[in-house]
């Protein structure tokens, strides 16, 4: 078998159907790339050979009595705020420490049908929140090209896991850029959604009204045929639309020529690294040397994205976590005396300081006498960020622009200082706060050798549009 870690999913589908070589045989190289590398990325917060390889003989099997399935065998590693069934599902926190899920999420039962094979969970900023990894309460994650510096957040260990090797393919969550961002950081694909696009049941909720589950893939056309996979209405997530599931490998064809990408002017104007912005750039340029036509759009809102989404992220993350009180799941703190205590201990000890901060946030703009002033002053903003979009897609397909103002920092850069890491998601939140889709593809490295990605931004449920540009794109 040629090396594993180099694979693409697509690669290794032809390899299993033309018996080149057997899942469990492909599933082995997987396990044992991990064990040769992960000790120094820690990517993975948890890996199970066992279960592994009985899926891996389990698909080998289907594949011998005839049956199909578009990921028939191929080992994928998942976040680990997905449930799946008797894995544990920690969120990287020590809140949910030994926590195991009772029930697979959409996306895995759907995975599942497809013949893909379970590897392991990838680590990940606690309840997802943040933007390097350092958040999490399990291991530090290393980026695997640039190795002193970060994978990105929060969706690091699924981006590291990919880059570095360790699984083909995996998912990850992506609420205010935390597949996007770490894709790009990685030199990785990374695909979010349109908010309705792919289920959210049974994936630990953060910001309900922003979070969407997507794909960290080797390339473009990896990431169209896992799309397909997890795409499509689910009755139990309300939230999930029905809209016909477009064939995304079909779509690829055609390239860029003809089609028209908005330039947003608010998105190159100022912040940027200048390093990342000349590849950004670069990119543009070659997307119109092969034929397409370039416009400069306004999303006039932006400079309100970030205050906007911290607003009403951490309102809703405040809401979503507070379940999480020593009664129902994982961690309970030792030593109270009453029902009170249960819970301030237990959240006090439980949740870190990042966490613990977005919570408190979030319970103040909703707060009696701050709501106004605040949330319900964000979800207005919330509106016109919403139609800024509307509007650039009435002159465009798509949207160009970077993914983050900077390469990924080395560890400890933001410590002390969480703003300047919330200005970080200054080019990926506006996407989540309107449910639109997005996705990153590697468009260059810096002189540091830091990879550089490209962001696509498309209309609600155009996931096609961005995904032949991008395959486009990559092909150039
Ligand atoms: N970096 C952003 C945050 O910290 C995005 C997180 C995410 O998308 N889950 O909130």
């Known amino acids: 078998m040629e090396d594993a870690s180099k694979m693409t999913v697509c690669g ?90 009772l029930y697979d999420a959409t996306v895995m039962e759907r995975l599942k ?12 900023d606690e309840f997802a929140l943040g933007s390097t990894g350092e958040t999490s309460c399990e291991r530090v994650t290393r980026n695997p090209v640039v190795k002193d510096r970060v994978p990105g957040g929060s969706s690091g260990g699924s981006a590291a896991a990919v880059a570095g ?37 049974g994936v630990v909720a953060g910001a309900s009204s922003m979070d969407q589950v997507g794909t960290l893939t080797k ?14 209405q689910d009755e139990r997530d309300a939230t999930s639309l029905d809209v016909a599931v477009p064939d995304y490998v079909a779509a690829l064809k055609g390239g860029v020529k003809g089609m028209r990408f908005g330039l947003p002017k608010e998105f190159f104007v100022k912040g940027a690294d200048a390093e990342v912005l000349a590849r950004v750039n670069d990119a543009v340029k070659r997307l119109e040397a092969a034929g397409a036509q370039i416009v400069e759009v306004s999303l006039p809102h932006s400079e309100y994205a970030v205050a906007t989404y911290y607003v009403c992220m951490t309102a809703e993350v405040s ?30 000890q439980g949740f870190g300081m990042e966490v613990k901060r977005r919570i408190i946030l979030g319970t ?21 960020i919403r139609r800024d979009f509307e509007r650039a897609f009435e002159k465009c397909d798509a949207l160009l622009a970077p993914v983050a103002p900077d390469v990924a920092p080395q560890f400890g850069s933001f410590a002390g200082d969480p703003l300047k890491a919330y200005l970080g998601d200054i080019f990926t939140v506006s996407a989540n706060l309107a449910g639109v889709c997005g996705l990153s593809v590697p468009c260059g490295t810096t002189t540091a050798g830091c990879p550089v990605g490209l962001q696509m931004i498309g209309p609600a449920f155009g996931e096609a549009t961005i995904l032949r540009a991008a395959h486009a794109f990559e092909q150039l």
């Open 12 to 101: 290794a589908l032809e390899g299993l159907a033309s018996g080149a070589f057997s899942s469990v045989e492909l599933t082995r190289a997987m396990i044992g790339a991990i064990e040769k590398r992960d000790a120094e990325i820690g990517a993975f917060v948890s890996v199970d050979d066992t279960a592994a390889l009985a899926m891996a003989a389990e698909a080998d099997a289907r594949r011998k009595r005839g049956e199909g399935g578009v990921l028939l065998g191929v080992p994928l590693a998942l976040k680990d705020n997905i449930h799946v069934s008797g894995q544990p599902c920690g969120c990287a926190s020590w809140m949910l420490r030994g926590y195991h899920a």
């Open 113 to 124: 049908a497809a013949g893909a094979v379970f590897l392991g969970r990838t680590n990940m």
């Open 165 to 201: 090797g360790m699984a083909l393919a995996a998912l990850g969550t992506d609420t205010g850029g935390s597949i996007r961002q770490p894709a790009s950081h990685c030199g990785c694909v990374g695909v979010k959604p349109s908010y309705g696009r792919v289920s959210r049941y």
């Open 219 to 232: 390339n473009v056309r990896d990431a169209a045929l896992l799309l397909g996979a997890l795409a499509g």
């Open 319 to 348: 809401a979503n976590l507070a379940r999480f009180d020593g009664v129902r799941y994982g961690f309970r703190a030792e030593g109270a005396e009453d029902v009170n205590e249960v819970y301030f201990k237990t959240r006090t």
């Open 364 to 384: 103040f703009v909703l707060s009696s006498g701050y709501a106004d002033a605040y949330y319900h002053r964000a979800l207005k903003v919330r509106t016109l």
